[in-house]
């Protein structure tokens, strides 16, 4: 492997940016990969794996490895890391730039759309469950509620999300 | 009455509303009165603002935090994830940049975030809170001789260090299984009790990948523990275990039939003997003969005893 100096620098310039603070006093131990429930479920690149990559500089060539979509941001990797990485801001760090890219499946747009419009990523009619279990049938949530989906929207159009043309 | 604001994120209210009727059942019942954080909304789900722009996040996140401020009240939360999602935010606003860049945000709807509410679990409020003691003198009936094998749930235990409330061991929690024992039920210890369900973001990504996972832990409560029923504090985990047994069973990949799941509030909501119709009757797994069991005569605490 070529080592580049600018791309590593550059990589770990943007994954701090995007929330990754801890990368650089990783030293690769694995204590992060041993407990991680992803790397068990078969999520190659995540927790030391994908920081060795990312202090190598390898950034543009993971942009499509799923891996970090697989992440359960669980923090067993922080809890253990003996260096204080917090390896799930690092792996989240990677995801967000991942996302900006629009590098993600189709299927998380849904998840931004519901709660651009409704204030909910999950959103299911609710109305006959509540009635079944004699709750009332709106809840006292942003669903049924225009002024704090406003809110909400204000808050995501107002964001770096706003301009990816998401919702 | 101690007020609490109850924060309800998507997954209870919008899908398994029956859950969300137990804790309007069971807090005013043990002193404690939930109150409505109205236009609250998602906290936001990790593969939402969080999977995005840091920032985003804790403003959501925050908007949430500010209905309660107002309020005067804390806020619990039944959802792992909710829980996580804002412990975190709160957090992250412990840093002057992220807090004053949230605020220029939050300004544009009117709102300022100043962290004068905190987080809860439902199952820290039970345990930390109202009390086992109290918890046992308002049982109606007593669940001797049942075993339950427990799921805790990721996200109200790492990382530790930025939740309210937390296990002297994270990797060996006990609040859940004190909840569980005050009922009078055995809780019985199996070797994947820290394990992941496998539900969360590697169930949207991969979905084989997360019934692996699951599989795994569902064999070592089966046979490790031959419980009756699982009882976890995560909604998410609920839906797990409660949506892939049956999945599992349909492939042949068991050979036993799919172990019933409650919510721990639907469990104490039948153990303080609430209608079974209104706290625990939504779920793909056919629990009416356990409830019927839970809450059978010969169960009935007597009156003065
Ligand atoms: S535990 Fe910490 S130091 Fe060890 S490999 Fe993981 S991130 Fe690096
Ligand atoms: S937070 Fe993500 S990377 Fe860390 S242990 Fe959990 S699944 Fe693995």
Redesign the interface.
Known sequence: MIIDQNKIDETIKIIKA??GHGIQKCVQCGACSAIC??V????PLLCRALIKDLLNGLLEENIEN?SS????????C??VCPQGV?P?EVV?AF??YQ??ELA??T??VT??MN?YE???????D?KE??R????PEE?????F?E???Q??R???D????GE?GLF | MEQIGLY?G??I??????I??SF?KIFPALDVQPV???????C?????????????WC??SS?NITIAEEKNVDIMTGCNSCF?VLSEAKHFLETPATRTAVNN??A??N?EYKGTSDIYHVAHVLHKKIGLTKIRENLKYKLDGLKIAVQTG??T????DVYKVKEDN?YFPTMLKELCEVTGATVCHYSRLE??C?M???R???AE??L??FKEKLLSIKEETNADMIVTTCSSCFMQFDMSQPILKGRGVIDFEPIPTFYYTQLLALAMGFDP???A??SQIDRNPIIAEIQSDTRRIKEGM
């Open positions: 995007n929330g429930p992803g068990k479920a078969g999520f799923s979509w697989g992440c359960q941001a669980c923090n067993r922080t809890e917090r799930q989240f995801r967000r996302a900006n993600f499946s299927s998380a998840s931004q709660l409704t204030g909910h990523a999950v959103f299911t609710p469950a509540r079944k279990v004699g709750l809840t006292p949530t942003s669903a509620n002024a704090a989906q809110e909400i204000t808050l995501m107002n964001s770096p999300m990816l | 309800l998507c997954n209210p919008l899908k398994n509303p029956d969300e009727q309007r409505d954080l109205e236009g609250a909304g998602c936001p789900a990790w593969g939402t603002a969080p999977s995005f722009d840091l920032n985003t403003a959501i908007r996580g945000s939050l544009k709807i709102r990721c996200h235990l790492w990382p530790s994270p394990g992941c496998g969360g973001g590697m949207s990504t991969d990948k997360s692996k996972l119709q209104q706290v009757c939504i």
